[in-house]
């Protein structure tokens, strides 16, 4: 257990390095929100992006009524059956296109929802994890600096970073570090 929770998280690497800047009173807050913005970025790397967004713009087959959109979203969901950010972002899509919205709002409106509703299912178990783990006053902790972190995000922008990325696949970069003696917490 001298490693951290962080490390037995049963998560991707990138929310194990979310978890451990939300269990370090080191890392700023809004170091933590760089982590989370990271992680969903590389999250939704293996989403079906591309292809919901012709989806919703209505490329490929041209059509007036949103139910052969669905259909066709619902067909893209048997080729992601594994994937939680790509059902995520499906049915974020199946919901936007219900409400009647289409084009380029609709994919900035789908990705937006889908970040902000997988970061709240990521919190959770990271947060649930915690508790088993470390207990109650650590799992507490790491609650609400997700939670500070979660609403510094600002999942709109996030969706247009990666929206403009997905023109010519984006490459994510990695986190910054503070390696420099001037680079550490404020004091």
């Not at 207990?135 to 403009?164: K, T």
Request: net charge negative; charged share 25%.
């Amino acid at each position: 257990m001298s490693d951290g929770p962080h490390r037995s998280l049963p998560l991707r690497k990138h929310w194990k390095t979310l978890a451990e800047r939300a269990a370090k009173e080191a890392y700023p807050v809004n170091e933590v929100g760089e982590a989370f913005a990271h992680a969903l970025k590389k999250e939704f790397l293996e989403a079906p992006l591309a292809e919901i967004c012709q989806i919703l713009d209505g490329k490929g087959q041209v059509s007036f009524f949103s139910d052969t959109q669905i259909e066709r979203l619902e067909e893209l969901r048997g080729s992601y059956r594994g994937s939680s950010a790509g059902n995520t972002l499906i049915d974020c899509a199946i919901d936007t296109l219900n409400a009647g919205i289409t084009g380029k709002p609709a994919s900035i409106i789908v990705l937006r929802d889908a970040l902000a509703g997988y970061s709240f299912n990521a919190s959770r178990s990271i947060e649930e994890h915690y508790l088993r783990e470390a207990g109650s006053r650590d799992a507490n902790f790491v609650r609400n600096r997700l939670g500070a972190a979660f609403q510094q995000c600002n999942f709109e922008n996030i969706a247009g970073e990666m929206l403009a990325g997905s023109a010519g696949h984006s490459t994510i970069k990695s986190l910054p570090r503070n390696l420099g003696i001037d680079a550490g917490p404020q004091l």
